[in-house]
């Protein structure tokens, strides 16, 4: 550990939650060089949906790195990169009846975010984009000025500004329908909302909290877009790729954006890769206009059209993911019902869930003994709050029950008050 203290930047955070030197893993285990076993329910924040080396990945990268496959090919045409384009259009494009074109961007979600508010813009000629409280967008200057969470945007050391923040689905109460208020505020000349070229808004706030919105707010909010001319940008980086059980994230709801930003899993196998998809008619780049040296990894494009023919060409993954889901839902509606006093909640959908402890310190207590009992997990919110399931969507049923049987020990020492835990008490599982 000591060159970490001698030279990396302070900046480093999970590191901090998760003290070890990890040197290997597979599917949703992980282990340090001391050879202690770890359950992953962080799961690359959501870029390992499945799995730590997956093996129908792991061969078919093997293969094209020994046969000297393109490994950088900034955007040229490559064979890997035609090959992932068909695949997705036959398997994820077509079936669902939608019909966009794809930009690849530099290789992270905040760099897709910047090239689809960039595009909202020099598409309608307005420069506002309406954001939603809670939301995390990334953290580059565009993208920050579209996050809510203060801890990130007052690290800008600069104004953030062309956004208008309004309150997210349930942020005002259960009874309150925000798209509402926007729809007011966008019809009212003296509201002091320009007219913005789009919204953009995540279907579940992964980093926010957890916070799904519904079915019938999203279709609304979608409305409100259409009657005012706005583009709608649906921010589908942590939450998409099978996460809430369909490969979209808003499947459920049958809207139909006009933008859509992938990364995180979109490369199956934790490599770096985002994209945009939008309607061919907002496709006005001119070559070059946004670019990045890194948006040709080929490396990745082979990976993600694998997880793509192995994982999407039927509904069998999305009924397994959905079924795991339920099971997660009634285990931690269960330990909700029992601990907690009756201020705890779960949160969000699919296999993107949580418990809100209302406590930031509580909620790091629990992470923390959770992490000395073998089980990797993080906690999000506007105050760290949640604590967040993400593991891999890959998960075996007896480490799904295992991972949540830690949290559910976990929450129960807490709450019976025993969170002191000396550091000698370790309760690792061996390699």
Not at 106 to 133: D, H, L, S, Y
Not at 296 to 307: C, E, R, S, Y
Request: charged content about 25%; aromatic content about 8%.
């Amino acid at each position: 550990m000591k060159i970490f203290d001698e030279i990396e930047s302070e900046v480093q955070s999970y590191a901090r939650s998760f003290p070890r030197v990890f040197n290997r893993a597979k599917g949703e285990l992980m282990w340090d060089e001391e050879g202690n076993q770890y359950l992953d329910f962080l799961a690359g924040a959501g870029t390992l949906n499945y799995g730590h080396n997956n093996p129908l990945f792991k061969q078919v990268l093997q293969d094209y790195i020994q046969s000297d496959g393109i490994t950088h090919g900034l955007d040229m045409h490559t064979k890997a990169k035609g090959e992932f384009l068909q695949a997705l259009n036959d398997k994820i494009l077509k079936p669902r009846n939608m019909e966009y074109v794809v930009q690849f961007t530099g290789p992270t979600g905040t760099n897709a975010v910047e090239a689809a508010m960039k595009i909202a813009r020099n598409v309608t000629g307005q420069q506002n984009i309406v954001t939603f409280t809670n939301g995390f967008h990334g953290v580059s200057l565009g993208s920050l000025a579209a996050t809510g969470n203060s801890h990130h945007r007052d690290a800008a050391g600069v104004s953030l500004n062309g956004t208008h923040r309004m309150p997210y689905d349930n942020y005002l109460g259960k009874n309150i329908d925000t798209t509402e208020y926007l729809d007011k505020v966008l019809a009212d000349s003296s509201s002091g909302i320009n007219s913005p070229a789009a919204i953009i808004v995540e279907t579940v706030q992964g980093e926010g909290g957890i916070n799904a919105a519904s079915i019938e707010w999203l279709r609304n909010l979608q409305a409100v877009c259409k009657k005012h001319g706005l583009l709608f940008i649906v921010d589908d980086i942590q939450a998409g790729c099978g996460r809430t059980g369909n490969f979209f994230s808003f499947e459920e709801a049958g809207i139909e954006p006009d933008i859509i930003t992938l990364s995180k899993s979109l490369s199956g196998y934790g490599l770096p890769f985002a994209l945009v998809l939008m309607k061919p008619e907002l496709d006005q780049w001119k070559p070059g206009e946004h670019n990045g040296t890194f948006r040709g990894n080929n490396l990745a494009f082979v990976t993600a059209k694998a997880a793509i023919d192995h994982y999407w060409s039927d509904d069998n993954f999305s009924r397994e993911i959905k079924r795991k889901g339920k099971y997660i839902s009634e285990r931690l509606g269960s330990i909700v019902s029992q601990y907690g006093e009756g201020n705890f909640t779960t949160k969000g959908r699919g296999m993107f869930q949580g418990i809100d402890c209302v406590s930031g310190e509580l909620a790091e207590k629990i992470t923390k003994l959770a992490f000395k009992q073998g089980l990797i997990i993080e906690t999000s919110g506007a105050d760290d709050q949640i604590v967040k399931l993400l593991c891999p969507l890959v998960i075996t049923d007896q480490n799904l029950k295992k991972g949540i049987d830690i949290i559910e020990s976990a929450i129960r020492e807490v709450c019976a008050g025993e969170q002191d835990i000396p550091e000698e008490r370790v309760y690792f599982e061996a390699c």
